[in-house]
């Protein structure tokens, strides 16, 4: 999910050949606002495990790692981290570079 | 459980180099992060452990309201489908973000990760 327009995410996918992913647009600043990621520095992003209770929803699980718990030069990061992408990196024998990050278009 | 386990350093002693010519110093310090990684790898054992004993968390009391593919407006209980589990990731796709994509690669790996997940025990959607 995203302020960004649905139609935006979803091309996107489409371009990267991402599959079986939903896409969502938020419906006003609501939800960024009150989960605290639209800062002065830029928009964070938020990984959260909901779960259903009857016809209410509950959270489970987020991740509250956030910025300011990030160590000495290094972006704030989750462990374990989901994106397989820097877990790759790490096995390499430089690590993940640290000014890199990946483009949106290849 | 930790009591039952047989020691990370015991088990990385049954390493088998895959290669011939490794060197003496290779071999001791790939044995010393084998065993490393045994623990790692139990230490995210006991993580999921304790975060799966988590309390119930707190409700969604707040109506927020979302635009799906196909344009409908939904709240976050549709967003479910038929399961009881949702994983949700907000990224920054923003109408102005252009440029390098550090919440992207999390998009990527979800992309590939989705079919084995809806059909292992779990009711979880992405």
């Not at chain 2, 011939?20 to 310090?29: H, L, Q, R």
Request: hydrophobic share 35%; with cysteine; net charge negative.
């Amino acid at each position: 999910m995203s302020r960004s327009p649905v139609e935006r995410q979803f091309a996107f996918a489409q371009e990267r050949g991402w599959r079986n992913t939903d896409f969502i647009q938020t419906i006003g600043d609501d939800y960024a606002r009150d989960l605290d990621l639209l800062q002065p520095d830029g928009e964070y992003p938020a990984l959260i495990v909901y779960r259903r209770d009857g016809d209410q929803v509950r959270l489970f699980w987020m991740s509250e790692m956030g910025r300011e718990m990030a160590d000495p030069g290094q972006d704030p990061r989750d462990a374990p981290d989901i994106a397989a992408l820097w877990s790759i990196l790490d096995l390499t024998p430089q690590g993940r570079p640290a000014d890199w990050y990946p483009k949106l278009r290849y | 459980m930790d009591e039952q386990l047989t020691p990370a350093a015991d088990m990385a002693a049954h390493r088998r180099p895959a290669f011939p010519g490794e060197s003496v110093d290779y071999a001791k310090a790939r044995q010393d992060l084998l065993a490393a990684e045994i623990e790692f790898r139990r230490h995210m054992t006991r993580l999921t452990a304790q975060r799966q004993a988590l309390p119930p968390g707190p409700l969604i009391e707040k109506d927020y309201r979302f635009k799906d593919e196909q344009g409908f407006e939904i709240g976050l209980i549709d967003l479910f489908g038929d399961k009881d589990v949702l994983v949700s990731y907000y990224w920054m796709y923003g109408r102005n973000v252009n440029g390098p994509a550090r919440c992207v690669p999390t998009g990527s790996g979800r992309s590939t990760a989705m079919p084995a997940i809806s059909s292992s025990a779990s009711p979880t959607r992405y």
